[in-house]
């Protein structure tokens, strides 16, 4: 499949309203990583630096790896972007101590890309693959869920999570770990409507597009605290593996 053009005329709602990670996930992708000189990270399908520019803040070196040129373009972090795919980032070999995906390891061919991570990564390199998905217990959540997998087009798994088996089962990684964690995000309509249209696979049409906000205002109402807001949770699970 070709992702790729999925993502170019939703690179600036991508960058004003996608949600983050949490720190705790940060800090737990970087937990023990010690190495002599500073960590090089290649966080790869980076978008426009979300997860990037959290890495920086953590004193980690970044190189974002990115094809679509808009997302490129949108990027606000000051990590260096660079022309790549998960199948062939065009780093040298042994050239990094960490390789991260946030959101997109569901996007690429599974083994071309661990076989290319493992390529990059140090002897002693660590592989992060990140999701966040909504916490489905929480009930303006799982509504909000239910009503935007309505117009879906299937591309990606219900639970995004899952994706993370190829890894479990690679013979190229070992010391496998997970963990999750959960972060609040609040939303107005207008905000709520500018997270649906960043979604990759959210149909252009107009009469479909209006209908959706119709219901986006329904629950908002029904759900609604006293100022309009409405709270969506995430679950942030974080996936570890070491090369092998």
């Known amino acids: 499949m070709n992702y790729l053009p999925r993502f170019s005329d939703r690179a600036t709602g991508y960058t004003k309203y996608r949600p983050g990670y949490p720190q705790a996930a940060i800090d737990f992708i970087l937990d023990r990583l010690t190495v002599k000189e500073k960590i090089l990270a290649a966080d790869i399908g980076a978008g426009t630096g979300i997860s990037s520019s959290l890495l920086e803040k953590k004193g980690i070196s970044v190189i974002a790896i990115e094809p679509n040129a808009a997302m490129r373009n949108a990027g606000t972090s000051s990590v260096e ?3 790549g795919t998960a199948e062939s980032t065009n780093l040298p070999d042994a050239s990094v ?4 995906s946030f959101q997109a390891f569901h ?11 493992k ?3 140090k002897p002693d390199g660590r592989l992060a693959l990140v999701w966040n998905d909504l916490d489905l217990n929480d009930e303006f959540s799982a509504s909000y869920k239910r009503l935007v997998r309505s117009v879906s087009d299937n591309s990606t798994p219900e639970q995004l999570w899952t994706a993370v088996k190829p890894l479990q089962e690679s013979s190229l990684f070992n010391n496998f770990i997970s963990q999750s964690f ?13 997270l649906v249209k960043s979604i990759s696979w959210f149909p252009n049409e107009a009469e479909v597009q209006q209908q959706i906000f119709s219901q986006l205002q ?3 109402e029904h759900f609604g605290d ?6 969506l949770i995430y679950r942030t699970s974080v996936h570890l593996a070491e090369v092998k």
């Open 107 to 117: 996007w690429f061919n599974a083994e071309s890309s661990l076989l290319e991570f």
């Open 226 to 231: 006293e100022n309009g807001l409405v709270y």
């Open 218 to 220: 329904d629950l908002c």
């Open 119 to 121: 390529r990059i990564l």
């Open 97 to 100: 101590d960490l390789v991260t």
């Open 182 to 194: 959960f972060h609040k995000r609040e939303f107005d309509l207008p905000k709520l409507i500018g």
């Open 81 to 83: 972007f660079k022309d």
